[in-house]
């Protein structure tokens, strides 16, 4: 697979966790990394439900930092 930043070739990597065994791709230029979809949710062993989230649309006013 080819970086969708860089366009240089990914190479295939493979963790094993608790679980399961996940399967991603890193661009070693620029540290890009793909995963395909629940493989994030594979990888968080101790978070409950889905980690993966897609916003739509920014907040409209930034948090404040005190």
């Known amino acids: 697979m080819n970086c ?5 070739q990914m190479t295939d990597n493979e963790v094993v966790t608790h679980k399961d065994r996940v399967s ?3 661009c070693e230029q620029c540290g890009s990394l793909w995963l395909d979809a629940g493989e994030l949710d ?3 062993f101790q978070v ?7 916003e739509q649309e920014k907040d409209k006013e930034p948090e404040s930092r005190q």
């Open 4 to 8: 969708l930043s860089c366009g240089n």
């Open 24 to 26: 991603y791709d890193m």
């Open 42 to 44: 594979k990888l968080a």
């Open 48 to 54: 409950q439900g889905s980690i993966e989230y897609c």
